[in-house]
């Protein structure tokens, strides 16, 4: 079943503060063992990186890096976009939101990218099942951009510490796009095309490693389509989804890590923890930049960590979320 779903509201927000044009390249999250999703989220906006996780009843500790780049700004614009959902669905139901808008930047000198979400429980933490985020140019002119933006996501949940009366669906969604202008007397040349596409499928004796697609190219590449699907609701002890400072590609979930239950931060929630079968698919789309001064990558790191109380703490305190200024 799908659900078609309405905007709550759209920002527009123009910075001012950056030297550089800051490009979210992807993140990676890991837990001493599998959760719940409370909150998961990475992002740029308003001159800081975000990184955000907390699990529903266990506590524990996480590891994460957000990657970024900052791309020479001379002669360019950078706008920002912020788009706010409240999901309220149920288990097992697709929810797919499709937004169209009209903005006035010039279709034929600006790209478009996403720079990162945040997904944040509002009740019950449940298991993401399946995430689709896509921005695309549509059609335009010198003066105006057809813009799509597309969401999907489907929750489950299927275990013991589940509400089994309660199927209800209750997150925040926040997607974050970027959108740098070129100067119009600038040829802007750019190509679409895959960053990675891959499949995997694990045992509960056998956990394969992440694989990583090299490409070759020191050329920015600014991520326009995210896609996971799992075979069905699964624990998640890790996710990753990133261009690395090699300019390399990776996604991986991990439902599970070795010896999980032994080296859980807190180990008598870690004890509860479940190692299962599974599958997944990943898909990342993206635009390479060809135009001549655009060339430049700095990459950047965000590492750090999170230490999170567990007992289905609120998914919105800070204490689930670390920032650092990059003016």
Known sequence: ????????????????????????????????????????????????????????????????????????????????????????????????????????????????????????????????????????????????????????LMFNCQSIECDWL?????????????????????YISYVKGEIYNGTDTWTRKVNNQASILESGTEVPRFITDLKISLNKAHWYSGISMYINSNNAAGMKFEQYKKKMKRNAYYKPHGNFSKKSKGSAMYEMNGISLTHPEAVVRNAKEFKGGIVWKGNNRSAHSREAMRSMSIK
Not at 173 to 179: A, E, P, Q
């Open 1 to 152: 079943m799908k659900l078609l779903a309405s905007l709550v509201f759209f920002i527009f927000f123009l910075p001012v503060g950056y030297s550089q044009i800051p490009v979210w390249q992807g993140f990676e999250m890991d837990w001493t063992y599998n959760h719940r999703i409370n909150r998961l989220g990475s992002y740029i906006y308003q001159d800081s990186v975000f990184n955000t996780a907390a699990t529903g009843l266990g506590r524990d500790s996480g590891w994460f890096n957000t990657h970024y780049l900052m791309i020479p700004k001379p002669g360019r614009q950078y706008y920002e976009f912020k788009i706010s959902k409240r999901i309220e669905a149920k288990e097992n139901q697709m929810i797919q939101i499709q937004i169209d808008t009209i903005l006035p930047l010039s279709y034929h000198h600006s790209i478009f990218y996403l720079n990162g979400f945040d997904l944040i429980a509002n009740n019950d933490a449940d298991k993401l099942q399946y995430m689709q985020l896509g921005v695309k140019m549509v059609k335009g002119d010198f003066d105006t951009t057809y813009l799509r933006i597309n969401i999907s």
């Open 166 to 186: 309660n199927n209800d669906v209750e997150y925040d969604f926040n997607l974050f796009i970027g959108c740098i202008s070129f100067p119009s007397e600038d």
